[in-house]
């Protein structure tokens, strides 16, 4: 049983452009979130998809949007890139029950 | 945004020796959780606990919701090598709310050999 994968693991974008990162749930589980890491912090919600619709919003600018398929993975985007936004991006799913964390996308915007 | 506060930020340790971590909050939480993070991963949870005042092993880690609920802490006894990492609490309401985890900073454990 595939646990939360994510795609790509690493990528380098420009300031200015624009970035899907992509998220599929472990086997059964409903429910994907978001989360963004800077370096030497801990992770910040971004958002949570159920049943494809946004359930919940951190403190992120309308430039972060997402989406979920009929199958429960996601996709997280990214527009008008800027510096800051270079962190680790963590996608999370769960069912009910214990949230368990994919590896990560490293995003490093140049 | 929101972080708990997490303490300490770093520790430096001998194998063998116990450890202890704190995590506090100005607001309340129904579900405290402890993570480690291992370098170019995501976090691993270790131990969750439920009910405040709820005392929860796994091992030898050993994890307490403080009774006000608005704590935690985590304690590994007898460290080893493979102990190394960053470890975050979070807490999460229940509700709307399920799944949003709100993380502390994280402590970054080190123990020598």
């Known amino acids: 049983d595939a646990g939360v994968t994510q795609s790509p693991t690493h990528l380098i974008k420009t300031r200015g452009q624009q970035v899907t990162l992509r998220c599929s749930p472990k086997?059964?589980?409903?429910?994907v979130s978001w989360y963004q890491q800077a370096l030497g912090q801990g992770p910040q919600f971004i958002f949570q998809y159920y049943e494809e619709e946004e359930r919940q919003r951190g403190n992120f600018p309308d430039r972060f949007s997402g989406h979920q398929f009929p199958n429960y993975s996601s996709e997280l985007n990214v527009n008008a890139l800027l510096l800051g936004d270079s962190a680790l991006y963590l996608c999370a799913s769960s069912l009910a029950g214990t949230i368990y964390f994919g590896e990560g996308s490293w995003l490093t915007v140049v | 945004g929101q972080q708990l506060n997490q303490s300490p930020q770093s520790m430096f340790i001998q194998e063998g020796e116990d450890v202890s971590m704190n995590c506090t909050s100005s607001s309340i939480f129904n579900t405290w959780l402890w993570y480690k993070q291992d370098p170019g991963e995501g976090p691993v949870l270790l131990i969750a606990?439920?009910?405040?005042?709820e005392l929860t092993s796994n091992g030898r880690l050993t994890a307490q919701f403080g009774i006000t609920r608005k704590d935690s802490f985590l304690n590994i006894s007898a460290s080893i090598p493979s102990d190394v990492g960053i470890y975050f609490c979070a807490g999460q309401l229940s509700g709307t709310s399920y799944g949003k985890l709100t993380f502390g900073q994280g402590t970054i454990l080190t123990v020598h050999p």
């Open positions: 086997s059964g589980h409903d429910t």
């Open positions: 606990l439920y009910k405040a005042g």
